[in-house]
């Protein structure tokens, strides 16, 4: 049996078949090598469980070659991983997180912005066929999952770009997009 999931590309919205009983969003990316220093953040922040549960989960990841070329591997690997820094790093990698998003052909034809996990408000962008995900990561690749969808991005988000109250009357809720 399959489930239809709907999610954003670089190029239009598809519709990919994913097979029941695939991986959580939680096993894709330890499954993913490429994405080892952020799979290891969110299980150091307490958020492993929350990305293998179920629901639909979106979470923007900058792979591990992006965070090195940038310089955040080292901040995250060195800093937010040690000890005493789990708040920091709860609230870095929550905000990379959108719970309870169900995305649906069309959901996205110029600017949305969402609330993460974080409470912080996130601008989504199309630029032609390109994906803008906060002020600045592009949309490199996406990875479906049992639970949810990993778009993978070329930087960090560092920074929240407003306030969750900024997001209130144009946040993308769930089911409101069709």
């Given at each position: 049996?399959?489930?239809?999931?709907?999610?954003?590309?670089g190029?239009?919205?598809?519709?990919?078949?994913?097979?029941?009983?695939?991986?959580?969003?939680?096993?894709?990316?330890?499954?993913?090598?490429?994405?080892?220093?952020?799979?290891t953040?969110?299980?150091?922040?307490?958020?492993?469980?929350?990305?293998?549960?179920?629901?639909?989960?979106?979470?923007?990841?900058?792979?591990?070659?992006?965070?090195?070329?940038?310089?955040?591997?080292?901040?995250?690997?060195?800093?937010?991983?040690?000890?005493?820094?789990?708040?920091?790093?709860?609230?870095?990698?929550?905000?990379?997180?959108?719970?309870?998003?169900?995305?649906?052909?069309?959901?996205?034809?110029?600017?949305?912005?969402?609330?993460?996990?974080s409470?912080?408000?996130?601008?989504?962008?199309?630029?032609?066929?390109?994906?803008?995900?906060?002020?600045?990561?592009?949309?490199?690749?996406?990875?479906?999952?049992?639970?949810?969808?990993?778009?993978?991005?070329?930087?960090?988000?560092?920074?929240?770009?407003?306030?969750?109250?900024?997001?209130?009357?144009?946040?993308?809720?769930?089911?409101?997009?069709?």
């Amino acid at each position: 049996m399959f489930r239809l999931l709907a999610f954003l590309s670089g190029l239009s919205f598809s519709i990919f078949a994913v097979p029941a009983g695939a991986a959580s969003v939680m096993e894709r990316l330890q499954e993913d090598g490429n994405l080892s220093i952020f799979a290891t953040a969110v299980q150091k922040a307490g958020l492993g469980d929350r990305l293998s549960g179920p629901g639909q989960i979106t979470v923007f990841v900058p792979s591990n070659r992006a965070m090195r070329n940038e310089g955040s591997a080292f901040l995250l690997e060195s800093v937010l991983l040690s000890d005493g820094n789990e708040g920091r790093l709860s609230d870095v990698v929550s905000h990379h997180v959108v719970q309870g998003l169900q995305l649906r052909a069309g959901a996205i034809a110029e600017t949305k912005d969402i609330d993460t996990l974080s409470r912080s408000c996130l601008r989504i962008e199309r630029f032609g066929s390109a994906l803008k995900v906060g002020p600045e990561a592009v949309v490199t690749k996406r990875l479906a999952a049992d639970n949810g969808v990993i778009f993978i991005v070329d930087r960090m988000l560092w920074a929240p770009w407003q306030n969750a109250s900024a997001c209130e009357d144009s946040m993308l809720q769930v089911g409101s997009a069709s």
